[in-house]
């Protein structure tokens, strides 16, 4: 269960949500839960993050270091206790041109520096309703997984976010979370074998919220959720955070 803040929340909101949120979460044994919080807070809530929520970042540069001015390097991440990165989220490459080849640079880089990248595939309502969906989540899976190491795959996320549905209210069915979860783990098995596909983790994202999650979370191939603007409020979250360990 992962709540992705976007650029949302204040230094005090986030220190807020953090109290609120603090010794209530399921035990980590059940389920692992995530933020993703703006960059400027993770220093002060991986201090605070209590024993069951772990703190990851929405994004990373792919070098080491250099001079690439407002970028983040993964050993910087890595050694103040951050644990996950957000990679080819649709805003990133919708806004920020982030291409396939540098989703797949950004999860080499995390895998090596033992961050868990959580990359994120979906396509447009206009490929959705042209029938391309399938097409694309290929191309988009194959581009960012070919090269990885096979043995670091257990630490890889994926997250299936179509972008019709992200931020518009109109969640995908169960069903088609479903079909397309199970897709994205068939193009993984082409690329590394039964066994890393099945015990992949594979994520739906696009207006989950309370109501809707536990529906999505039930299907075999949705192991988990990666919600936005429900992931903001600290009851919200936590009731979500249950939701899927009950169902899991
Ligand atoms: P919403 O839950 O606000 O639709 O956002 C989904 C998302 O983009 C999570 O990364």
């Given at each position: 269960m992962a709540g992705n803040w976007k650029m949302y929340k204040t230094y005090d909101e986030a220190l807020k949500f953090i109290y609120e949120v603090n010794n209530k979460l399921p035990n980590k044994d059940v389920v692992e839960t995530i933020i993703f919080p703006p960059a400027m807070l993770l220093v002060s809530l991986v201090k605070r993050q209590g024993d069951n929520l772990e703190i990851g970042a929405q994004n990373m540069h792919y070098e080491n270091c250099g001079a690439y001015t407002g970028e983040i390097s993964a050993e910087m991440l890595r050694t103040v206790g951050v644990t996950h990165v957000l990679v080819g989220h649709n805003e990133r490459r919708r806004y920020f041109a982030e291409s396939?080849?540098?989703?797949?640079?950004?999860?080499?880089?995390?895998?090596?520096?033992?961050?868990?990248?959580?990359?994120?595939?979906?396509?447009?309502?206009?490929?959705?309703?042209?029938?391309?969906?399938?097409?694309?989540?290929?191309?988009?899976?194959?581009?960012?997984?070919?090269?990885?190491?096979?043995?670091?795959?257990?630490?890889?996320?994926?997250?299936?976010?179509?972008?019709?549905?992200?931020?518009?209210?109109?969640?995908?069915?169960?069903?088609?979370?479903?079909?397309?979860?199970?897709?994205?783990?068939?193009f993984v098995e082409e690329l590394y074998g039964k066994d890393t596909a099945n015990n992949m983790r594979i994520l739906y994202g696009g207006s989950v919220n309370p109501d809707n999650i536990k529906s999505l979370v039930d299907q075999p191939d949705v192991d988990g959720a990666l919600v936005g603007g429900a992931s903001l409020d600290s009851s919200k979250f936590i009731d979500m955070a249950f939701k899927v360990a009950n169902q899991k």
């Open positions: 396939d080849e540098d989703v797949n640079k950004k999860a080499q880089q995390a895998l090596e520096h033992s961050l868990s990248p959580v990359i994120c595939f979906g396509e447009t309502e206009e490929q959705y309703l042209h029938h391309n969906t399938d097409n694309i989540l290929r191309r988009q899976v194959h581009a960012a997984l070919i090269g990885l190491p096979e043995d670091k795959m257990d630490k890889v996320i994926l997250a299936y976010e179509p972008i019709w549905a992200v931020g518009t209210g109109k969640t995908a069915t169960p069903e088609i979370a479903n079909e397309k979860c199970k897709l994205i783990r068939s």
